[in-house]
């Protein structure tokens, strides 16, 4: 079982480049989102999807990109990349949206550093 | 403004001590839940609670959830060291996938 994949797991950028974190899960789960943490401030949601085709914007969108067209695949593009953006990123997905019946399951990571 | 405040911070305790979590808003949520994340990991669903008062028990955890829905407690009785890890609360006041984390409380557990 597989779960949510993330890749890639480690990433060093310098400032304006761009990238793709990847994110893949293996459940047929509709819901799909994308968190940032760091150090003393918890998980912050950044975009999240209900379902292929459909996205939103979380807590802390700007400078963040995401679509998707597949229920299995959810990529969050960092459009210029800058400091301000090193963290680490997970994705979650679960059967259902809200946290009444849908437990998140999370990828192990994706610890970004932009120099 | 933090929707899910989370106490203490920080948590460092023997082997055998008990100690109690707290994850408190002024929102009322339909539901809250608990996570557990270890080094390096994603966070793990703990339990969810959803019914005011609920008390929950998985093992030598107890959680509950306040009777007006707005806070919610994590006791770990008998503490090891593998319940050594970061404790998250989160919930969903719209039901509708913007779901919000506490900061979280960092639990060392020592032999």
Avoid at chain 1, 35 to 58: C, E, F, K, N, W
Avoid at chain 1, 93 to 114: A, M, N, P, Q, Y
Avoid at chain 2, 82 to 94: K, M, P, V, W
């Amino acid at each position: 079982n597989a779960g949510v994949t993330q890749t890639p797991k480690f990433q060093v950028l310098k400032t304006g480049q761009s990238m793709t974190l990847q994110c893949a899960q293996d459940m047929n789960h509709e819901y799909m989102s994308w968190y940032r943490q760091d150090p003393g401030m918890g998980l912050r949601l950044i975009h999240y999807s209900v379902g292929a085709g459909i996205t939103d914007q979380g807590e802390v969108p700007n400078g963040y990109n995401v679509s998707r067209s597949t229920t299995e695949d959810f990529p969050l593009r960092l459009l210029s990349a800058a400091p301000s953006q090193t963290s680490v990123y997970f994705c979650a997905s679960s059967k259902d949206r809200g946290t009444k019946t849908g437990e998140l399951f999370f990828g192990e990571g994706s610890r970004l550093t932009v120099l | 403004t933090q929707l899910l405040e989370q106490s203490p911070q920080f948590l460092s305790i023997q082997e055998g001590e008990n100690l109690t979590v707290y994850c408190n808003s002024s929102s009322v949520f339909s539901s809250l839940q608990w996570y557990r994340q270890e080094p390096g990991e994603g966070p793990v669903l703990l339990v969810t609670v959803v019914t005011g008062g609920e008390v929950k028990k998985l093992k030598r955890l107890t959680f509950q959830f306040g009777d007006a829905r707005k806070d919610s407690s994590l006791h770990i009785t008998a503490a090891q060291p593998g319940d050594t890890g970061l404790y998250l609360c989160a919930g969903d006041r719209t039901n509708a996938g913007k779901s919000t984390f506490g900061d979280g409380t960092t639990l060392t557990v020592k032999p």
